[in-house]
């Protein structure tokens, strides 16, 4: 199998930078072919802006998403671009590797998501009508490809926890996971998270690289985040609510869990 590592830490020799190189050696092991994105090694440039489209007309006002589209099926996108499309039609498996910082991705790596994520790519694909509304979330360019994150936190595990000051886990991620992930097709893995960083002594960096190992392992076998599909039925087109009745519990659910298939459907 293929597997795309994309890698946002500066310092090659730091925890992730650890993990990243025991990762890319597991998977090489298991017979698998990797391919590393090491967007700071890389230089990439973070900031999506006209630059990203090479034959736009300048004398017109730039629109993001409409030149986005010409420049992607017009072949006229930036290089670096388009070869982590390539990159990603190539993988079966995709790994974003990040320090969580401020609630999310290191900017870089929020970065290579607007730019790679062109339109007509990853987004405003398939057909928009009362029936089906784009090929998102579930469906898309990655339909069929595995995902999975691997963070580190400061936080400790408690702090992420259902009662946590900073939110669950699932939550802080969910709009990596859903958002960015799921909605150009992915099946989106549970998430490898390694908290409390500061305190890492070689016994708990073994044990990490252990449970690490048993993930990569199971990339291929793993059940998937159970996420709803938009255009399998349970969601009102176009208002894209979840019908009535589907949410967990006595009808008052909200926020993201109610996009979870309910363990006894
Ligand atoms: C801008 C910013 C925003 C942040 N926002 C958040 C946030 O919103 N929420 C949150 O929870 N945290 C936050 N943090 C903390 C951040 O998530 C952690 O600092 C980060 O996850 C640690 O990963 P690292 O690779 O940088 O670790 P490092 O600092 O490189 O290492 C962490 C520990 O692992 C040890 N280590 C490194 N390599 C090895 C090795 N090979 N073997 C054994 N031990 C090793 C180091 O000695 C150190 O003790 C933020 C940090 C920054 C800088």
Known sequence: M???????????????????SFTVERLV???????????YAMG????ADGEDFLER??????????DSKHAYVTGTQAADIAGQQADLLW???VIFQFPLWWFGMPAILKGWVERVYAYGFAYGVGEYSDKHWGDRYGEGVFKGKRAMLVVTTGG???????????GPIEDVL???????????GFDVLP????????????????????????????????????????????YEIPALTLKPGLEPGDGLARGFEIHLQRRDS
């Open 2 to 20: 293929n597997v795309l590592v994309v890698y946002a830490h500066p310092e090659p020799q730091s925890l992730n930078g650890s993990l990243k």
């Open 29 to 39: 092991r298991a017979g698998h072919d990797v391919r590393v994105s090491d967007l």
């Open 44 to 47: 990439w440039k973070a900031a």
């Open 57 to 66: 007309d300048r004398g017109r006002r730039l629109d993001m998403m409409k």
């Open 91 to 93: 993988a079966d498996a």
């Open 156 to 166: 400790w595990e408690s702090h992420y926890g259902a009662r946590g000051i900073n």
């Open 174 to 184: 969910f709009p990596i996971t859903h958002g960015i992930l799921h909605y150009p």
């Open 191 to 234: 998430p490898v998270v390694i908290y409390r960083t500061s305190k890492m002594e070689d016994a708990r960096f073994a044990h990490v690289r252990e449970q690490l190992g048993q993930r990569l392992d199971g990339l291929w076998t793993d059940a998937p985040i159970a996420f709803r599909k938009q255009n399998g039925g349970d």
